[in-house]
């Protein structure tokens, strides 16, 4: 069983598009994650859900929306890309206990190319 | 405020020879590290982490790593290097603030036969 899936994992699109990654868990986790991984490899946090609710919003464009559902799903939807948006990214999911968030669980990451 | 240097952004080595991954951090307490490791074009796989307990961490297919709060370091060895192991590793440094992990630029391990 996969424990955190996204959908797709190849996504090719052209610029002014909007586009949505979808990202399911299973592991009863009540944190999830969306990073962005460019092209030199370099993995940075976008934003962070727990429990339904927004905790963490890095300096990302407006563009960039996340919604969450439910614990378990954590969609990422982007308007009007750009090329710039061009990179890998993954979705992951941890569990808090007493305020102490415990290792996070990787998707298997979204490939995105926008042309 | 946290962050992460990992000192090699590529290490080769010979099968059978020993690894070593170097990572310092910089944090204002006493910070969670981790190591992911990321095959190509796979997602991330946590190794091991370091959460204030032994400071000798032991993770998975052989890997471990030692918490050096005077150095600020959390170096990744292993003692004998695999074919398998050849992939890109992550020193993670975590500030518990809404469960943020903090990258290094990572490490590319090749390993040659």
């Known amino acids: 069983d996969t424990a955190v899936s996204q959908t797709p994992k190849y996504l090719v699109t052209q610029m002014g598009n909007d586009k949505s990654i979808k990202c399911e868990q299973n592991l009863g986790h009540d944190t999830m994650y969306w990073y962005k991984q460019d092209s030199k490899k370099f993995l940075k946090i976008m934003f962070s859900y727990n429990n339904k609710e927004l905790i963490i919003n890095e300096t990302v464009p407006n563009r960039f929306s996340p919604k969450s559902p439910d614990k378990a799903h954590l969609n990422l939807h982007i308007n009007s890309l750009e090329l710039g948006d061009s990179a890998v990214y993954f979705c992951a999911s941890s569990q808090v206990s007493r305020g102490s968030y415990y290792e996070q669980y990787f998707g298997p990451g979204t490939r995105l190319t926008v042309t | 405020a946290q962050s992460v240097t990992q000192l090699d952004s590529h290490v080769s080595v010979s099968e059978g020879t020993p690894v070593l991954l170097r990572c310092n951090y910089s944090s204002s307490y006493s910070p969670s590290l981790f190591w992911y490791v990321q095959h190509p074009n796979k997602g991330l796989q946590l190794l091991l982490k370091y959460t204030s307990a032994a400071t000798l961490v032991k993770g998975i297919n052989g890997f471990e790593a030692e918490f050096k709060k005077s150095e600020t370091s959390f170096h990744l060895t292993k003692p004998s290097a695999h074919m398998s192991d050849a992939a890109e590793y992550f020193c993670?440094?975590?500030?518990?603030?809404?469960?943020?992990?903090?990258f290094g630029q990572g490490t590319e391990l090749s390993v040659k036969p």
């Open positions: 993670v440094v975590t500030p518990n603030q809404g469960g943020k992990l903090i």
